[in-house]
């Protein structure tokens, strides 16, 4: 079985065998050898390797970690208790992830069950929360993982959905596990200070099943491009970063939205930001309702920074969040 160790004193089972089962307590998987899995799991998470532990005189529980990269931590474990010898594999490829919304970059740690890398599979393990997103057929949970991206207030979530991953050799069924939280980090976007993060899980439970044919978009897609003029491209930001999200179609073209974003070399022409952030807080003391016009400067593909006309606005997600909506011309 697959445990959700993101939170190691709410432990919860995402998968038992090929079956997923997220959010289902601990201990109502887990009714025998209880101590020893739970010392297993746990050592797991210490060690941040494999550990075995004998239950009898002929079997064992094996805990393997899924681990995220760029801290180290433990976000899942496979648990298997087997005879001695050797565990049973892994049933269903899994990595965890971090999406950093101060920096705007999400980050994907080594797969496990897994015979080819990341690399091998042409995915990349670091890139914009924006493009991430833009790999993933959300469908229904387009707006429950934007407002989870958005959530500033309010402690700790957790949401769980399943979608389809666009990757080059075809599509993949996966099942998410995303845990909203805030920890104090060190950033370039806010310095020591709260961060906002999304730990999770992932798991590949198949090939993506084929669309339905004469499948059609869904009428608030229709509504929004037929509202939609030519060279205009609509984009999703965090109101309070202004970092990327989400391109809601089409990504605008010649603005550089995959570059690293650095204070040295930021997106955003470092002189427009003091505007762009007065006009982000009056907009979420407004509320929605209110449009306002502006011209911004954008670092480009050539490395130079070009102005840009935009109208930006704020929308409600889900739980009564908010984020920004941005509606660029590129002429």
Not at 108 to 128: C, F, H, N, Q, T
Not at 158 to 165: A, Q, S
Not at 169 to 180: I, K, N
Not at 240 to 256: D, M, Q, S, V
Request: glycine share 10%; with cysteine.
């Amino acid at each position: 079985m697959l445990v959700d160790a993101i939170e190691p004193r709410a432990l919860s089972v995402v998968m038992v065998g090929g079956r997923v089962r997220s959010g289902v307590a601990w201990r109502s998987v887990v009714t025998r050898n209880h101590d020893q899995i739970l010392g297993a799991v746990l050592g797991c998470c210490r060690s941040k390797t494999t550990v075995r532990e004998e239950t009898t005189a002929s079997r064992a529980v094996t805990a393997v970690p899924v681990i995220e990269p760029t801290d180290g931590r433990v976000h899942g474990v496979w648990v298997c208790t087997h005879q001695g010898g050797e565990p049973e594999s892994v049933p269903s490829p899994s990595w965890a992830f971090l999406w950093n919304l101060a920096e705007g970059f999400a980050y994907r740690g080594d797969p496990v069950g897994m015979e080819s890398s990341w690399a091998e599979l042409g995915v990349p393990a670091r890139r914009p929360i924006a493009d991430s997103l833009r790999m993933l057929a959300m469908g229904e949970h387009n707006t429950t993982v934007l407002a989870g991206l958005a959530r500033k207030t309010g402690g700790n979530s957790v949401d769980r959905y399943t979608v389809d991953e666009h990757r080059p050799g075809g599509d993949r069924r996966v099942h998410v596990v995303a845990h909203s939280v805030h920890e104090t980090a060190r950033s370039h976007a806010v310095g020591d200070a709260g961060v906002h993060l999304v730990r999770g899980l992932s798991i590949d439970i198949g090939v993506a099943s084929e669309p339905p044919r004469g499948q059609v978009p869904a009428l608030g897609d229709r509504i929004a491009e037929a509202l939609t003029p030519p060279r205009q491209y609509r984009a999703i930001s965090d109101p309070e970063t202004l970092n990327l999200l989400y391109w809601h179609g089409p990504p605008a073209p010649r603005i550089a939205w995959m570059a690293d974003n650095t204070a040295e070399v930021p997106i955003l022409h470092p002189d427009d930001m003091p505007t762009a952030l007065d006009t982000a807080s009056a907009l979420r003391v407004t509320g929605p309702g209110r449009t306002v016009d502006l011209t911004l400067r954008f670092l480009t593909l050539d490395g130079g920074y070009e102005p840009f006309d935009l109208t930006a606005s704020l929308i409600d997600l889900d739980s009564g969040h908010s984020a920004l909506l941005v509606v660029l011309t590129v002429k």
